[in-house]
């Protein structure tokens, strides 16, 4: 038997639960976007991970339809992986970073620049989406400067955007829990534009044919605040965490027409549509859009050890080298653990089985399959919305009583139904692995029918 002390410090016994899988206590630990208190109370902790499916402490199997957060597409315990990090780590566990290096950092980024689109050639490593987003915005503002436009200090960013916690990631970003308690610290200048996320858009499944024009807020930004000193724009393709924000036709391309008109950097943050979520290797090829910076991370290594990536175009990097004089460092920026090792062995097994197993397209072809049943789910009485492209999707929760709560209810209830996945608000994400095969698809969407259905009944 298992006694937990709960937050209000009573004992809380826990019979049902396999002993050896669970910690002595849990409040020591402070856990990130997480309702301590609740989580506290009844844990869901996760003790096994194989292949589509995870099993939690209670023995239950759940199948695994948000790709951990996003980042194992190619399914969990591949054995290339873990291989090649062990026989990394034997080999060589750590280099610095810094004024010395290894091959196989290299020879990733040139892996990485195979897939990038236009010239977005030189690749920067850093530790996570958080610290990719951050370096981006030092990069841009290092080539402006190089340029001798050292008064491009603004970045417009938009409304319900997610680009990470860290000081510059969460100013750029939209999302307003994350956003609101930390206003006296975040970066100056920052604009946003307005989201995307417009009523006409419920149940459309792929891109909305409507809604291109809220791309002219950019256009009314350098109007109203001065294009001479904006320095980039930076969105998410498509915006993940607040539930598949899906572009309308035509509005990535005016962004790009808008940039290019006033020599604004145009970012495109892929931590989560970079590496086929969308069907092609990054949303940029999928909706035929070539940003200036890409960022990246999670499926760059399937999850298992962090890393974050930065593409960024020949121009920008070649005129930060020529802005240096020789010998001297030209970006000073940079983490301990950029590109290790062990980050860099895990990235180069996932390349392999990126071309090995064809995944990019085999996302793109089980997405129809994926998005059909997901709108199946249209009839249910507690969903308000659903959209999806390629092989993410969010389904909204109708609102009960507060923001968050009808979301994180239903999340409860497809967990104990078997199904495992991110709630963002009131919104289920769906990301399904790549190497889901159609039962796979077929048994996350019955196991959302029953843990939707149950929520209602309680
Ligand atoms: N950018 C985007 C688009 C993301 O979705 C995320 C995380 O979900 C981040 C950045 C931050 O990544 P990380 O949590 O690895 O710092």
């Keep these: 038997m298992i ?7 009573k004992s809380k016994i ?26 506290k109370e009844n844990p869901r902790l996760i003790t096994e991970a194989k292949g589509v499916y995870l099993k939690n402490h209670k023995g239950q199997t759940q199948i695994d339809a948000s790709s951990g957060l996003f980042c194992n597409p190619l399914g969990h315990g591949r054995k290339e992986i873990t291989h090649a ?42 530790i996570c989406g958080s610290t990719a987003v951050e370096t981006a915005i030092k990069i841009v503002i290092a080539y402006h400067k190089a340029k001798g436009q050292g008064q491009r200090f603004r970045f417009v960013g938009r409304e319900r955007a997610y680009h990470g916690m860290n000081i510059g990631a969460t100013s ?5 829990n994350n956003v609101k308690t930390f206003a006296s610290v975040l970066m100056p200048g920052v604009v946003h534009m307005r989201h ?3 009523p006409e858009h419920k149940f459309v499944k ?12 950019l256009e009314r930004i350098c109007t109203n605040f001065g294009s001479e000193n904006i320095a980039a724009c930076i969105v998410e393709p498509v915006a993940g965490s607040t539930g598949t924000l899906v572009p309308p036709k035509g509005y990535l391309k005016r962004l790009r027409e808008i940039c290019d008109k006033h020599g604004i950097i145009l970012i495109f943050d892929e931590v989560i549509t970079g590496w086929g979520r969308m069907g092609s290797a990054f949303a940029s090829q999928e909706f035929g859009v070539t940003p200036d910076v890409i960022t990246m991370a999670k499926a760059t290594t399937n999850g298992v050890v962090p890393m974050g ?43 392999n089985i990126f071309e090995k197993e064809e995944i990019f397209k085999r996302s793109k ?41 009808a979301g994180f209810e239903c999340f409860k209830s497809c967990y104990e139904a078997g199904v495992n996945f991110k709630a963002t608000g009131d919104c289920l994400i769906i990301a399904p692995q790549f190497i889901c095969e159609k039962k796979h698809i077929d048994e996350i969407i019955d196991k959302l029918r029953t843990g939707i259905t149950n929520y209602l009944k309680k």
Aim: proline share 5%; hydrophobic share 40%.
């Design 3 to 9: 006694v937990y002390k709960s937050t209000e410090g």
């Design 14 to 39: 826990m019979s049902e639960v396999d002993s050896s899988k669970i910690p002595n206590s849990l409040e020591e630990h402070w856990m990130p976007f997480t309702s301590n208190k609740d989580f």
């Design 85 to 126: 990090v062990t026989k990394q780590l034997e080999q060589l566990d750590y280099v610095q970073p810094f004024q010395q290096g290894f091959g196989g950092s290299f020879e990733l980024a040139r892996r990485i620049a195979k897939h990038t689109p236009g010239n977005l050639n030189r690749i920067f490593y850093t």
């Design 172 to 176: 750029v970003g939209g999302m307003i």
């Design 196 to 198: 995307t996320h417009l």
């Design 206 to 217: 792929g891109q909305p044919t409507t809604g291109s024009e809220m791309a002219e807020d």
């Design 309 to 351: 990536v930065v593409a960024v175009k020949e121009e920008i990097y070649d005129a930060v080298m020529d802005a240096a004089p020789k010998g001297a460092v030209e970006l000073f920026h940079g983490y301990t653990y950029s590109g290790i090792p062990i980050a860099v062995a895990a990235a180069l097994a996932v390349q």
């Design 365 to 405: 072809e089980m997405s129809p399959y994926f998005l059909e049943g997901l709108f199946s789910l249209k009839d249910l009485k507690a969903v308000d919305n659903i959209r999806g492209y390629g092989m993410m999707g969010g389904i909204d929760i109708k609102l009960k009583e507060k923001p968050g709560r």
